[in-house]
């Protein structure tokens, strides 16, 4: 809820502090029971800052992160532990994300241990965690360097559902992989989430990944939601042109069917110095006078009842939202 987080950026002789990247900027989402919401942006946009101060991993500058209601910041530390194990996350690279000096069995099993969890047999527990990932019990006594890419993220996500999550934050899960395994992990991912009744936020750069898995979808520019709908909705009737250009830049497997790419202009802006208004002037091809001074308001544009939203100053001529 209107989740900020700025880093400090420090320079100088003196290593003084210069400024402050606004990694992410008055965020609010809101991820359902038993759902896919994926999170998609550029590098940079401040998606996996985001997945992270949800996890605790970074503490937010200001704003309210709530699990099933209850305010995480505003537990003690024994009942913030409680509530994360709840909460558990899946990392881009298994290869940096899992102790390479630690055996499986030591991965997987630190958990047991950090949440105080007596297994009378762990060894049977984690044999059975490592076949519901599809790997087989031998695997227990090896490396992580001793598997490939694909099977070291299968630990992960076998460290990940472990003591039973409810959400898992999939932070770009499969973008280190190979293509030929990418589908494979996302059918796993998809499998446990019905097993599980999981819920996920997926974050990925990658609008086919998160097409495949996702229920709803929310668009991230320069740490704001730009559009956020329902997964169908979004990738039939893109409204921010942010998202057209995402969506135009997805390649067709058909090479007869033809399509207008819009090539967006220039980088993305610094996150030190955000552009004043719509942040997204810079490089927006329908940019107007107002866009440079006022900053649009993520809004409802949809009046049919989908849960289409989106911030642009474009939508402002919808007659119902004038209402
Ligand atoms: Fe483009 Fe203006 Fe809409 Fe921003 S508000 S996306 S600059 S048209």
Redesign the pocket.
Known sequence: DNVKKYFPVVGGVFLRQQGWVHAVDRVSLEVHAGETLGLVGESGCGKTTLGRCIMGLYPITSGAIRFKGQDLSGLDRSAQRRMRLKMQMIFQDPFESLNQRHTVRQILGEKYWIHKKREPNLDQTLARLLETVGLGPRALERFPHEFSGGQRQRIGIARAISLGPELIVCDEPVSALDVSVQSQILNLLLTLQKQMGLTYLFISHDLSVVRHVSDRIAVMYLGRIVEMADRDDLFSNPS???TRALLSAIPVADPSMVRQRTILKGEIPSPENPPKG?R??TR?P???AV?KQEE?RLQLIDQAGNNHFAA???LQDLAFLKK
């Open positions: 921010h042109p942010y719509c997204f002037h927006c329908e940019v107007m866009c649009p642009c100053h474009l």
